[in-house]
């Protein structure tokens, strides 16, 4: 089956700088990568997703690339701020009639006023 | 649009007992999921409803079920709960489509004593 592997487990970051979250996935069939954001006792949140037949996709700080012969895929925060402390998740999904979600272990951001 | 509804938020039990969760999805979605979250494993995949039949499982003992009803209400229940049983059940749901976005209630907190 799927497996995605995230790093850093941990990242601190000072306010205004960029934040980077790196996930590689097994299954090259996987064709959907989703991140998600999970704030203290709530369920995650999707911040963005990206799909196979694209290479990168931007809304507003946040971004997501995606290298599929590499078979890994990024988040790039840019412009830090205390409210972006959380822990992030990447998800990978063969998406073939259903989608079943594989995620990484997860990555506590913790932004430094 | 209201989003998706897990009740109770929080259950405690005894080793032994049964529990049965919750999970109301977006209205007008048909494909409700359920993860399970722990600090030692993270978020992992339990199984998967579509229009009242599961469409996929993950690799949990059959002690975990679950069911949809017509509403697409879903519900999912332990039986014999152990101490490892103790974490953080989420429902996600979706339009189903392979890459739709899966949306994730704010989860059942479960503590088993």
């Known amino acids: 089956g799927e497996n995605v592997e995230q790093h850093p487990s941990t990242l601190s970051v000072q306010e205004g700088d960029s934040a980077v979250i790196k996930c590689t996935y097994s299954d090259s069939a996987s064709n959907y990568f989703p991140w998600y954001k999970q704030e203290l006792g709530k369920g995650p949140q999707l911040i963005i997703d990206?799909?196979?037949?694209?290479g990168e996709k931007k809304d507003q700080r946040i971004a997501v690339t995606l290298n599929k012969t590499a078979k890994h895929f990024s988040l790039h925060i840019t412009e830090t701020q205390p409210e972006d402390s959380a822990v992030y998740f990447c998800a990978a999904s063969r998406g073939r009639g259903y989608s079943t979600l594989t995620f990484g272990k997860g990555t506590m951001l913790l932004v430094s006023p | 649009k209201a989003g998706v509804t897990q009740t109770p938020r929080y259950l405690i039990k005894t080793r032994g007992q049964q529990v049965t969760l919750s999970c109301s999805p977006i209205s007008g979605h048909r494909s409700v999921s359920w993860y399970q979250q722990t600090p030692g494993q993270g978020l992992q995949f339990l199984f998967e409803y579509f229009s009242e039949t599961q469409r996929n499982k993950g690799n949990f003992p059959g002690r975990f079920s679950g069911r949809q009803f017509s509403n697409s209400r879903s519900e999912m229940n332990v039986s014999t709960l152990e101490l490892g049983d103790s974490a953080l059940y989420l429902c996600?749901?979706?339009?189903?489509?392979?890459?739709?976005?899966?949306?994730f209630g704010p989860g059942t907190r479960l503590t088993v004593l």
């Open positions: 990206i799909r196979s037949n694209v």
């Open positions: 996600a749901s979706s339009n189903g489509g392979a890459t739709d976005t899966q949306y």
